[in-house]
């Protein structure tokens, strides 16, 4: 192995331990408010739940073949390997791209004042949660049946002309007329869900600054300083939204330029693979920030450590 492609298995290892163990506690920290304490739960906390689970799958199924990749393990996948493996990577894949644009759009609905058009929903946001996961899965297991038709194990490891090539699969050649309509469908799939996310952010943020400038006008420094839980979510939802958009673009372009290049390059699946885990390895954190169970847990160990402090002997 060279040391470049050392740095690139410690690399992708760190990346997909740290997203998995972070989506798992994460996880298990909705888990507990669940069953432990169920006054804590709210019905947003249901899309977390959705979205860590499908973060952690869709890094284990895209960072586990990548390593081995790296580390020059031949014949990995075979045909049904390679069909399984990256029809639940696309699945889980573009449930997080619906899962996202649904918690965009729930927080827009369940901050939007009372007299907005979209108040009247505010009451039903909670009935459209698990018919929404519903219809994402059935969607998104729909579309990606092609992969199970077209991706198969590479046995030629010189590859050359359009399509996807990974270190153990590629795309078999197809018809342009099927390959084009998977295409179309993919991309109205991702422009509907990510013009959902991006409306909906920029929505909340409209009402965030009409509500900082009335803020500006109360005398009270407690109440112009401090912000709602309500407020907390939202910004964390809008840097979510963000960083989603941001590690989708990088991630799409290198994949077109690496699908239409004639020679294939392994740098460049490396290089997607890194960037398509990024947004799964982020969330956690970016969720954990505001998170009250999370808080509670901290200031308990904090108060724990406290009694054992060497200053509470010599006091």
Known sequence: MFPSDTILSFFLIAQMVIGVMANSFLFMIYIY???????????????????TVANIITIVFQSIPNIL????????????????????????????????????????????PSNSIWARLKS?????????????WV???????????????????????????????QTRQSGDHQSWSFIRVIVIRD??????????????VGLLYRHRRR??????????????PENKATYTIICLVFCFVLFYCCNNFVTLYAFYRPEKDSRLVDITGILS?????????????????????????????TPFSPSAFLG
């Not at 996948?77 to 729930?106: E, H, K, P």
């Not at 038709?149 to 270190?167: D, I, L, P, Q």
């Not at 803020?215 to 709602?228: D, E, G, K, V, Y």
């Open 69 to 112: 990749s790296s580390f020059s393990v031949r014949g990995f996948l075979d045909n049904a390997g390679c069909q399984t493996v990256f029809y639940i990577y696309r699945v889980t894949r573009g449930l997080s791209i619906c899962t996202t644009s649904l918690l965009s759009v729930f927080q827009a609905i369940t901050i939007s």
């Open 191 to 204: 422009l509907l869900f990510v013009a959902l996310m991006i409306m909906s952010s920029l929505y909340m």
């Open 33 to 51: 408010a669940f069953l432990i304490k169920p006054q804590l739960k709210k019905p947003i906390d249901c899309i977390f739940m959705h979205l």
């Open 139 to 169: 969607i998104n297991m729909l579309i990606y049946i092609h992969i199970i038709e077209t991706v198969r194990a590479k046995w030629n490891f010189t590859v050359v002309g359009n399509g996807f090539a990974h270190a153990y699969c």
């Open 277 to 305: 885990s990024c947004y799964p390895t982020f969330c956690p954190f970016l969720l954990m920030k505001n998170n009250k169970n999370i808080a509670k847990w901290t200031s308990s160990l904090s108060m724990m450590r």
């Open 215 to 228: 803020a500006r006008h109360i005398h009270s420094s407690s109440l112009s300083r401090q912000a709602s």
């Open 124 to 136: 039903k946001l909670s009935a459209w949660i698990f018919p929404s996961f519903l219809f994402f």
